[in-house]
């Protein structure tokens, strides 16, 4: 009997020398397919990415730079996972995990690094209001760059099937790559820089829909993707976790382990666990599976998404700021640092659960309801001269509100919705 081998084209056995194989697409029904130990490798710097993003929100908004610090943010989170879907689809249709692979894999991670180191600089440049200073963060990109249109050039020698969605990613990376360094040798201001960056990133979204518009998508991996995302879900909690840490550690240095540190603790953890559960509720893939063509909203809208929970840890991160008493935004202001990214992640769970499903649910907006009101009973609270720890420790309840009203009522809800959709794509 001969051996059956997998999706990338090694037998089981996996012990083998990582030879060239021919990179002729995954099998996207493919069964047990998983993330690989080097796609978690590559992840390992988008926790250093987020995390200095993160860092540099939480000092623009201590520091009274509201304005600043979140368009900067917005815009350098854009970036960020702008280049780890690039990475993450393009492995899910194409593994093949041979050594040009793993090299190509390589250089990625060195221009991920190299992007994130210039994050500072970028927020730097937008909070003096002169040049935009995005030189690094465009360095980064070229090295990615390099090694991603290598690789759909790849593929398009390749996989003859899927030849011209692979020439337009590779084309429109090209392109586009071009315009980004246009923007380093420009002199442009903040304002016409980040016009020209909006441009740029709206040209960006439009190109996998150009490549994949004709019915000849790449073989991605629906379970895949959806493992993916969740993956980099939980690297984004991690900055609640930093962010926790570092409250509590301004409480203990100040105060010692005193109640507002236990609800710090409480507050912190509770808010990031919270927070996985909300995300985790829906089978994302099975839907996906089902219904492929909405993987452009499921991508897309995760994007906002995986900010929004980046810019919660920050928020925490700006309350150890307040506590220690280098904060210029005051206690309302930090409040509304951590509870308006709670707010919005909430929100786009609830986008992307409709999106998939094709429908509302009422219930799910009687929960919104009550998430807001939770939301501002913590804004309030702080108005009224509530201690920081107590006032967090409402808004944690925020996503708890979701928690509940799906362990108790939605997961019925969620699953009568799901099965008809999943019956109707079949």
């Known amino acids: 009997m001969s051996d059956p081998g997998d999706g990338a084209g ?92 793993r090299l190509a894999t390589m250089v990625q991670m060195v221009g991920v690094v190299i992007l994130a180191l210039g994050i500072p600089e970028f927020f730097a440049s937008i909070e003096h209001g002169e040049r935009l200073h995005n030189e690094v963060v465009v360095a980064g990109y070229v090295v990615m760059r390099i090694a991603l249109v290598g690789q759909w050039l790849r593929a398009a020698k390749q996989d003859p099937q899927h030849r011209s969605a692979a020439l337009t ?79 509590l550690t301004a409480v203990v240095q100040e105060h010692g382990w005193t109640t507002d540190a236990v609800f710090l603790v409480v507050a912190g953890t509770g808010l990031t666990f919270a927070l996985w ?57 930090t409040v509304f640092s951590v509870v308006i990214p709670i707010g919005v992640f909430v929100a786009l769970v609830y986008v992307v659960y409709a999106l998939m499903v094709k429908t509302w649910d009422a219930f799910h907006l009687v929960l919104l309801a009550l998430t807001g009101a939770v939301l501002v009973g913590a804004v309030v609270a702080a108005a009224a001269g509530v201690p920081m720890a107590v006032c967090l420790l409402i808004a944690t309840a925020a996503p708890v509100v979701s928690v509940v009203g799906f362990e108790w009522i939605g997961h019925r809800h969620a699953a009568a919705a799901i099965e008809a959709r999943l019956s109707d794509a079949h």
Not at 306 to 331: K, M, N, P, Q, W
């Open 10 to 101: 090694r037998p089981p056995t996996g012990v083998t020398a990582h030879r060239l194989t021919p990179m002729t697409g995954r099998d996207p029904d493919e069964h047990h397919r998983a993330a690989t130990p080097l796609e978690l490798l590559f992840d390992l710097t988008f926790v250093v990415a987020f995390g200095i993003a993160a860092s540099e929100l939480a000092h623009a908004l201590a520091a009274g730079h509201v304005g600043v610090g979140v368009t900067a943010f917005l815009f350098a989170t854009f970036a960020v996972c702008w280049a780890w879907i690039n990475f993450t689809w393009f492995s899910s249709a194409y593994d093949t995990d041979d050594w040009i692979y």
């Open 169 to 247: 990613y590779a084309g429109v990376i090209t392109v586009l790559q071009i315009g980004w360094i246009a923007t380093i040798f420009l002199p442009l201001t903040v304002v016409p820089g980040l016009i020209a960056f909006a441009v740029l990133a709206v040209l960006e979204m439009l190109g996998p829909w150009l490549a994949e518009r004709r019915n000849v998508v790449t073989p991605w991996h629906a379970h895949h993707i959806a493992e993916r995302y969740g993956l980099l879900a939980i690297i984004a909690l991690g900055e609640g976790v930093v962010g926790t840490v570092a409250s």
């Open 277 to 333: 559960w909300v995300y985790f509720a829906v089978p994302a893939a099975d839907l996906l599976h089902a219904r492929r063509e909405r993987s452009f909203a499921f991508g897309y809208v995760h994007i906002p998404l995986f900010a929004a929970i980046v810019a919660t840890g920050a928020g925490l991160h700006t309350a150890a700021y307040y506590v220690e008493g280098h904060s210029d935004i005051g206690s309302i202001g």
